[in-house]
């Protein structure tokens, strides 16, 4: 053997796995210098008023209270809180979950509830807005896809205007919105593409996209660029997201983290415990990591 060729063989694997290790050390100290931002889905608290949920929220780390219409604005900013994902408009029914941007027949409407959604966010410093496909209805995944982006590149330029992007949520099919149609985190992507703009996302909710498909992890590592927020969710029963459900949350939060996420992270459990703030906090706990 030729010492000459095995000193630089050698050389030459050190020298390998030092840049491996330092790569794996970069990655873990990015994702280390990322944290999550806590936010709050109102709706999962009715029976608190906002202001009060606002306050407690506050003392434990919670930087949003989310899924507000534009009159409950004032008093999260009141509290210093941010409104990371803006509710909904809705007229006549168009515009909620079950009737919404794959019907052509809605589009008119929606052109309009959103044009004045996106002003009212904007005008706030809100920049994310929700959005649904709507429910089938005998509609195929093909031509609802069609629908929904020729109805949503009809708002698109206004929000792109006022750098607010709108976020279509993946929603279960199977246990809480039977026959919705963005109920595949592949058919919501095929949808992002089709429409090509950043101002146009998903909203991965991990409840839902466990009950649909798992493998949440792997679709994080893969598809975040699609990903503009997350919502959390106790699997079964959409409760706690501690040890009495099946998802392991710390683990979850790490690979959001890893992807260089800087958004926020909605707690979107029922409580089913009496403190329903004490719950709150124990999720807020749960995700920082």
């Not at 050698?10 to 931002?37: E, F, M, P, S, Y």
């Not at 009141?78 to 919404?100: D, E, R, Y």
């Not at 101002?199 to 990903?227: N, P, S």
Request: glycine content about 8%; overall charge positive.
């Amino acid at each position: 053997m030729n010492p000459s060729l095995s000193r630089r063989s050698a050389l030459a694997c050190a020298a390998a796995v030092t840049a491996a290790l330092g790569q794996r050390l970069t990655a873990a100290d990015a994702a280390a210098k990322v944290k999550i931002n806590h936010s709050a889905c109102k709706w999962c608290y009715s029976k608190i008023p906002l202001d009060d949920l606002c306050a407690a929220g506050k003392q434990f780390g919670l930087q949003s209270v989310e899924l507000l219409d534009p009159p409950d604005f004032a008093t999260v900013k009141k509290h210093g809180l941010h409104c990371a994902m803006v509710s909904f408009p809705q007229k006549n029914g168009i515009g909620t979950i079950s009737k919404a941007f794959n019907r052509l027949e809605h589009h008119d409407t929606l052109v309009e509830i959103y044009t004045e959604r996106i002003k009212q966010c904007a005008d706030a410093g809100f920049k994310q807005l929700i959005c649904f496909s709507g429910n089938r209805a005998g509609l195929d995944d093909e031509a609802g896809l069609k629908n929904c982006a020729t109805g949503l590149k009809r708002i698109l330029p206004l929000a792109e205007k006022h750098g607010v992007t709108l976020v279509m949520e993946l929603l279960n099919s199977r246990v809480n919105h039977k026959d919705y149609q963005c109920d595949k985190s592949a058919w919501g992507i095929a949808l992002c593409k089709a429409i090509g703009s950043e101002r146009f996302k998903l909203l991965y909710d991990i409840y839902h996209m466990q009950i649909m498909e798992g493998d949440v992890i792997a679709t994080i590592q893969r598809d975040h660029q699609y990903f503009a927020h997350y919502h959390t969710g106790g699997v079964p029963g959409r409760n706690e997201i501690d040890d009495t459900q099946e998802l392991n949350y710390p683990a979850i939060m790490r690979a959001i983290q890893a992807t260089g996420y800087k958004g926020y992270v909605g707690q979107e459990f029922i409580p089913k415990r009496e403190d329903k703030i004490a719950s709150l906090k124990q999720g807020v706990q749960i995700c920082t990591v």
